[in-house]
């Protein structure tokens, strides 16, 4: 069982590279996936009777935050996407067109 000091101390370990952390949050979650739980916590929230949500203020700020974690989901997964390795850097002038062998004098 992972206690919460555990959960604590890892997340400040995680925080030194964010990159990573995205990165294995989109290779673990699909954002389609993402964002269909969202959806279902958000449409939980609210139609469920008694609870915080009954009041319309408290339901309009949790609505807000929905849409910015969409945003936020969004741009972590194009982060990530962008963040992709490519097939490697171009070649510099100085080794363009360079022939192999010895330097010549």
Same mark, same amino acid.
């Given at each position: 069982? *992972?206690?919460?000091?555990?959960? !604590?101390?890892?997340?400040?370990?995680?925080?030194?590279?964010?990159?990573? *952390? *995205?990165?294995?949050?989109? =290779?673990?979650?699909?954002?389609?996936?993402? !964002? #269909?739980?969202?959806?279902?916590?958000?449409?939980?929230?609210? #139609? =469920?009777?008694?609870?915080?949500?009954?009041?319309?203020?408290? =339901?309009?700020?949790? *609505?807000?935050?929905?849409?910015?974690?969409?945003?936020?989901?969004?741009?972590?997964?194009?982060?990530?996407?962008?963040?992709?390795?490519?097939?490697?850097?171009?070649?510099?002038?100085?080794?363009?067109?360079?022939? #192999?062998?010895?330097?010549?004098?």
């Amino acid at each position: 069982m *992972i206690t919460v000091m555990q959960t !604590q101390a890892s997340t400040s370990e995680n925080m030194k590279d964010p990159f990573r *952390i *995205i990165t294995e949050f989109c =290779r673990n979650y699909h954002q389609h996936e993402v !964002q #269909s739980m969202l959806w279902e916590w958000l449409s939980t929230a609210i #139609s =469920r009777t008694h609870s915080i949500y009954d009041d319309g203020k408290e =339901r309009a700020s949790l *609505i807000t935050l929905y849409e910015n974690i969409t945003l936020l989901i969004a741009a972590a997964y194009n982060v990530h996407q962008n963040a992709a390795p490519g097939p490697g850097p171009e070649p510099t002038n100085n080794t363009k067109n360079k022939k #192999s062998g010895p330097p010549k004098p």
